[in-house]
């Protein structure tokens, strides 16, 4: 029995829009581990030594606006961040420069020399970090910015994917000291970074621990997902489609 071209051409267009209806829009949702931090950061300030413009600033989420004329200082909340994190908001009209600890000896005196004003304007040229005045920004000094200034610091507590040993103990405290020019001030701010082990210590199944939560992402499905065999099938519809109008035209140039 021979089979009519237009039924061909029409069982084969019903194929492939059946597997098309078949074949669900698939998204799968993959998040890449995130690690955490075996044990939490607390910075203390010694503000023994600041002059009067200089504040400690003790609400980090408060609008800096708010503030009055100064600068202002605070450090990270261990209960809702685990690194040690200075900030500095300058409502003042005078910059503050963050010097390198390698200056200290240069510019810490007891009795300032002749040659003072000429280092102290050196430091503006030299300076690691600049807080603009009267901006009203938060300016952060993170773990690479604090050792970037102090050399002797070391970074105790990368984030890592195992789980602390039940007997883990917290590192030794570190001290040092934020360098600071102010105007024709010479600022030493000397500040501890102390640890405790982080007992909530979590990697959940994308990878987020609850104070930093990545985004998912959405991926292609793998070749050996469920849904690899669908798209085989429907590839194939679309090769007996191509050949089954091929075949048309072939008959149709034949009979004319």
Not at 113 to 121: C, E, I, L, T
Not at 200 to 219: E, H, K, L, W
Request: hydrophobic content about 40%.
């Amino acid at each position: 029995m021979r089979v009519r071209s237009s039924q061909v051409y029409s069982t084969g267009c019903v194929l492939l829009l059946a597997m098309l209806l078949g074949v669900p829009a698939q998204q799968v949702m993959a998040c890449e581990p995130f690690p955490d931090n075996w044990y939490i950061e607390t910075v203390t300030l010694d503000t023994s030594g600041l002059p009067a413009d200089f504040h400690i600033y003790s609400d980090v989420d408060s609008s800096p606006e708010q503030l009055s004329e100064g600068v202002w200082l605070t450090t990270n909340n261990p209960a809702s961040s685990r690194r040690a994190m200075i900030y500095l908001i300058n409502r003042s009209k005078t910059p503050v420069y963050i010097m390198s600890l390698e200056y200290r000896d240069r510019l810490v005196m007891a009795t300032p020399d002749a040659n003072f004003a000429a280092r102290v304007k050196m430091a503006h040229e030299a300076a690691s970090f600049l807080v603009r005045p009267n901006s009203g920004e938060v300016f952060t000094l993170e773990w690479e910015a604090l050792m970037d200034v102090d050399h002797s610091l070391i970074d105790p507590n990368l984030p890592r994917f195992e789980y602390p040993p039940a007997d883990t103990a917290p590192p030794a405290a570190q001290h040092s000291d934020l360098l600071m020019v102010y105007g024709d001030q010479v600022i030493l701010l000397p500040f501890t970074i102390s640890y405790s082990v982080n007992k909530d210590f979590n990697i959940d199944d994308c990878g987020g621990s609850p104070m930093s939560a990545p985004q998912p992402t959405f991926v292609q499905a793998a070749d050996n997902e469920p849904g690899a065999g669908k798209v085989i099938v429907l590839v194939s519809g679309g090769i007996i489609l191509i050949i089954g109008s091929a075949w048309l035209v072939w008959r149709w140039r034949s009979h004319r």
